[in-house]
Every structure is written in C-alpha cells, then in structure tokens.
C-alpha cells in the first residue's frame, strides 16, 4: 500500500499539486486520470520521489518515504518498478541485458542468476525468443512488453505506470492493460497507473482517482464513473471519447 496525505508540490511559485491525499491499494491497479496539465504526471513522479513535495507526507506500507534520505530511499527503490511512457529501454543495449539491467545495479546474484530471472520475466510477458534483439527490431508492443519484464525482474512490492498504452494501437492496449492487471493480482502488487486511455479505465480501473487543475476532484472505481454527477469528470470522460473517435477515424482516411 502507499498512502498520500495533503501533498503540496508547486514550480516557479505556481501551486501544481493542492492538498491531495488518496490511498492506492495493494494487489490492485490504481489508475490517476486527468486532462494535459491537470497534475497527475507530477503526482505520480512526486509519489515514486522523482519531485520532493513542498509539504506532506508519503508512506510506503508504515514507511515515511518524505522523511528517508538517500540511502534509506535507495531500500525502498529496490522494492519499486517503473514502466515509462516511451519504454525508456536503452537503444544500444539487447533486450536481455535492458531487462537485467536492475540485477546489475541492485543485486550482488552471479550472471547465472541474473539470467535465470531475466528468461523468467521475458517468459512472463510471452517474449522467449527475444533476448538477443535490439529495441530497434521491436514493435512498439513488445517494448512496452520488455519495459514491464525490467519493472518486474526484482520481483517489486510497488508498480508505477506512465501512460502505459501511450502510442499503441487499441489491441494492443488492451494486451498491455491485461498483463499489468494479471501481474499486479499474481504478485499482489502496488500498482499506480498513470493514464489518459477511457478504455484503459473502464477495463483495469479497481480504484481511479481524477487529478483536476491540481486537486483530488473525483474518487471511485470504474463502474460508477458513468453513473457521476461530477461536471469535469463527465466532460473529462466525453473529451476523451470524441478524441478517441476522431483518432480512430483519421486512422481509417489515410489507411485508404
């Protein structure tokens, strides 16, 4: 579990992040959702401690993290994984070594070990054959699927997710969801995901918290988003399904 309590995080004097406090659950997908701007991606890099927070406070199970220094936070990250946005894989580096690259920097395990682990993962995202490629020969799927092994080589207790589905095509979205969704039930994780995609927060959405202008506006679970009467949500989720439509039709015009 992590825990939020009033978080305060602001840039140049402009207040991003106001007074938000949430809890995200172990062994369930925690989805933030919110409009370009809203704050969510700061809220998601402030609780992995990419940003120090102005003021409050961020637990990690009974674990003050705002109040750990370096080496006890660099404890802590051993427990955590990480999906970015674009993959984030390293382009001159093979996909096995991309993924063993955590063992490297945080175990002391012998290479056999560490290769063990890697094939593991790989296996678990349906990727066997994949270790000698570069991240140039993959589609944009398998580096996200790639991305999701390195998250979880050193078997996390925490997950976060940065716009997981972002670039790929809505099947494959679907096959990214489904995987974050079994590992984090499988391994019972804390898994934080951070994402725009409607589809996404209608499939995996067990708890979705909506970022607006900076506060904690809406929380819930899936099934009662459609039933709010919370006004920026409702445009939130309408927006997003007009955008989803349009993106989907402009597809179809140039494939003729």
Same mark, same amino acid.
Not at 218 to 231: A, F, R, V
Not at 237 to 255: D, G, H, M
């Given at each position: ?15 991003? $992040?106001? *007074?938000? /406090?949430? @809890?995200?659950?172990?062994? #369930?997908?925690? =989805? ?5 701007? %809203? ?49 984030? $894989?390293? *382009?001159? /580096?093979? @996909?096995?070594?991309?993924? #063993?690259?955590? =063992? ?5 395990? %012998? ?52 716009e997981p589905n972002s670039g ?89």
């Amino acid at each position: 579990m992590i825990r939020a309590e009033h978080i305060y995080k602001s840039f140049d004097g402009r207040m991003v $992040l106001e *007074d938000i /406090s949430a @809890v995200f659950e172990q062994g #369930k997908t925690n =989805l933030i959702i919110g409009q370009s701007g %809203s704050g969510k991606t700061v809220l998601l890099k402030s609780l992995v401690g990419l940003h120090e927070v102005d003021s409050g406070a961020i637990y990690y199970d009974d674990t003050d993290f705002t109040a750990l220094d370096f080496k006890a936070r660099k404890e802590i990250r051993q427990h955590v994984g990480m999906i970015f946005q674009g993959g984030a $894989l390293l *382009d001159s /580096s093979t @996909v096995q070594d991309n993924v #063993k690259l955590p =063992l490297d920097l945080f175990t002391d395990q %012998s290479e056999e070990e560490k290769l063990e682990r890697v094939n593991f993962c790989l296996r678990r995202v349906n990727l066997d054959d994949a270790n000698r490629l570069y991240p140039a020969e993959l589609s944009g799927g398998m580096i996200k699927r790639v991305a999701i092994a390195r998250a979880i080589v050193l078997n996390p207790k925490y997950l976060f997710c940065d716009e997981p589905n972002s670039g790929l095509d809505p099947m494959t979205s679907v096959v990214i969801d489904n995987l974050i969704k079994e590992i984090t039930e499988e391994y019972c994780i804390t898994t934080i995901i951070n994402t725009h995609d409607m589809n996404s927060v209608m499939e995996i959405g067990e708890k979705v918290i909506f970022i607006y202008q900076g506060k904690k506006w809406w929380e819930g679970i899936k099934n009662d988003i459609l039933d709010t009467d919370n006004k920026e949500l409702n445009d939130f989720v309408f927006a997003s399904s007009i955008a989803k439509k349009y993106k989907a039709a402009e597809k179809s015009r140039l494939s003729l």
